[in-house]
């Protein structure tokens, strides 16, 4: 199974500055063949599901501000919001769609400083 | 638009077994595979199984084998998925969730609360 670690566990950050969550995979989740990262990742509110911000490690999904990116390749991933808001507190969690079984890194908990 | 709509909670005694359902609607049922991942209280995402409803193929995590049976009743466009000898360190919130094939999970359900207690 590909393993997903994510650093830091939890970050606190100021209104309007910058957030970065960093994501390791145990083996890489780039393709080749087509030149993709099978790389997601998603934010969890309290009390609701999680929601899908970015696929292709760095490719937003439709209605996700763009405040929200993704960066990187291989095995070494970022999510960062440029600049924080107050309802972008939540937990935040990578996952590899490389190949089964899916596996989420541990996820990181965002709140503000 | 796209729902997955799921069963309610449920409490359970330790031994005993569930079995959660999740409701499509608004695609093509047999278009999507269904994943089931479970979040214990505090807890991250755990993923536990998929099925296709296509074919009802499905494939399980290692450590849900033997106790997990997922199901599809394509009239109904429902998955089910059932999970047995309950123990206490099942109690979780139980999700469905969608996507193709080498794609992330693009819509989910609202999450089942299952509770094992005696």
């Known amino acids: 199974d590909i393993v997903m670690t994510q650093s830091p566990d939890s970050l606190a950050v100021s209104l309007g500055e910058r957030a970065t969550i960093n994501c390791k995979s145990s083996?890489?989740?780039?393709?080749?063949?087509?030149?993709?990262?099978?790389l997601a990742w998603y934010q969890q509110k309290p009390g609701q599901p999680p929601k899908l911000l970015i696929y292709w490690a760095s490719t937003r999904e439709s209605g996700v501000p763009d405040r929200f990116s993704g960066s990187g390749s291989g095995t070494d991933f970022t999510l960062t919001i440029s600049s924080l808001q107050a309802e972008d507190v939540a937990v935040y969690y990578c996952?590899?769609?490389?190949?089964?079984?899916?596996?989420f890194g541990q996820g990181t908990k965002v709140e503000i400083e | 638009q796209v729902q997955l709509v799921q069963s309610g909670a449920e409490v359970k005694k330790p031994g005993a077994s569930v079995k959660v359902s999740c409701k499509a609607s608004?695609?093509?049922?047999?278009?999507?595979?269904l994943h089931w991942v479970r979040q214990a209280p505090g807890q991250g995402l755990e993923w536990m199984g998929v099925i296709n409803p296509s074919g009802g193929g499905t494939r399980y995590a290692q450590k849900f084998q033997g106790r997990v049976t997922m199901t599809r009743d394509t009239s109904a466009s429902t998955v089910y998925m059932e999970l047995s000898s309950l123990r206490s360190e099942d109690t979780a919130v139980y999700y469905c969730a969608r996507d193709l094939p080498e794609a992330p999970f693009d819509y989910w359900g609202q999450g089942t609360l299952i509770t094992v207690s005696s």
């Open positions: 996952q590899q769609y490389y190949t089964t079984p899916r596996t």
């Open positions: 608004g695609y093509t049922f047999n278009s999507h595979y």
């Open positions: 083996q890489s989740v780039f393709y080749s063949s087509n030149n993709k990262n099978y």
